[in-house]
């Protein structure tokens, strides 16, 4: 089974930077996409940025478009998520997924098999 462990997370005031690293049990996990996701209390998890096997393509939530980026390390089976200009509405888990099948899952949870534990962004204001 493979496991996805984040690290990162933390409390950061508004227009702070923070960045979430995942890494993979795995090297397989370097042949398919990986993205991460959020939930914030009392809402449905959705989707905040994608990137394909090799990094050649991604995709990002337009709330977070212009100040997330996404990028991976295949080398180090590691996906990261580089988080500026951070905001209180940015508040919520954030999951690490990848995908066993698909080289580039996109926006839909449904594209990937393998989710992180989770970790806690909390942006003061």
């Known amino acids: 089974q493979v496991q996805l462990v984040e690290s990162g997370g933390g409390l950061v005031q508004a227009g702070g930077s923070l960045r979430l690293s995942c890494t993979a049990s795995?090297?397989?996990?370097?042949?398919?996409?990986r993205g991460w996701f959020r939930q914030a209390p009392g809402a449905e998890r959705e989707f905040v940025a994608a990137?394909?096997?090799?990094?050649?393509?991604?995709a990002y939530a337009d709330s977070v478009k212009g100040r997330f980026t996404i990028s991976r390390d295949n080398a180090k089976n590691t996906v990261y998520l580089q988080m500026n200009s951070l905001k209180p509405e940015d508040t919520a888990v954030y999951y690490c997924?990848?995908?066993?099948?698909?080289?580039?899952?996109?926006?839909?949870?449904?594209?990937?098999?393998?989710w992180g534990q989770g970790t806690q962004v909390t942006v003061s204001s």
């Open positions: 997924a990848s995908s066993r099948s698909i080289n580039y899952g996109g926006p839909l949870m449904e594209d990937y098999d393998y």
């Open positions: 795995t090297r397989t996990i370097r042949f398919f996409g």
């Open positions: 990137i394909s096997y090799n990094g050649g393509s991604t």
